[in-house]
């Protein structure tokens, strides 16, 4: 059995992710090392399933797309992620400027169009979501979000 690239990852990932597990631990209060604890377990959980589905895959000849001694689909990843990429940027700097409760239904709405999702579903979670997300956080856990640049300059 040989691993692939991504079962490394896996790996390294885990060995991380127990580090800071055990470090979490050694910490006195609860309420600082309970995030990093659920978040570090949660996320070792998905990795371990990851490997498992890695290492359980037969290996299967992959379509590189490579005729004739073309590159291939090497063009098309590198656009992929540049694309994708490019919508992580702009909804950090949305954030940014604008504040989580701006910014995320404007991505949202955004980001569905793009896909090519209907106006209506679109607008349907660009309303929904960040209702939750506030109702959550800054209602439920009294956890404030971040305004955004714009809004702390204009003072709210």
């Known amino acids: 059995m040989k691993l692939k690239g991504v079962a490394y990852v896996y790996i390294v990932l885990m060995v991380i992710l127990l580090a800071i597990i055990g470090s979490s631990l050694m910490m006195e209060s609860l309420t600082l090392k309970l995030l990093p604890l659920i978040i570090s377990s949660v996320v070792f959980i998905l990795c371990a ?3 498992a589905r890695e290492v359980s895959v037969r290996a299967k000849p992959e379509a590189t797309g490579e005729g004739m001694g073309g ?3 090497t ?3 590198w656009r992929g992620y540049f694309v994708n990429g490019t919508w992580v940027v702009g909804f950090a ?4 400027l604008l504040g989580y409760i701006i910014a995320l239904p404007i991505f949202i709405l955004a980001y569905m169009k793009w896909l090519g999702t209907r106006w209506r579903l679109a ?3 660009a309303i929904i979501t960040p209702l939750v997300i506030y109702g959550s956080f800054e209602v439920a856990l009294k956890v404030p ?3 955004g640049l714009i809004l702390t300059g204009l003072g709210y």
């Not at 700097?93 to 940014?96: K, N, S, T, V, W």
């Open 49 to 51: 399933v990851g490997l």
């Open 71 to 73: 590159k291939g689909g």
């Open 75 to 77: 063009q098309e990843n």
């Open 93 to 96: 700097l949305g954030i940014y």
């Open 123 to 125: 607008i349907v979670f």
């Open 145 to 147: 979000l971040y305004r």
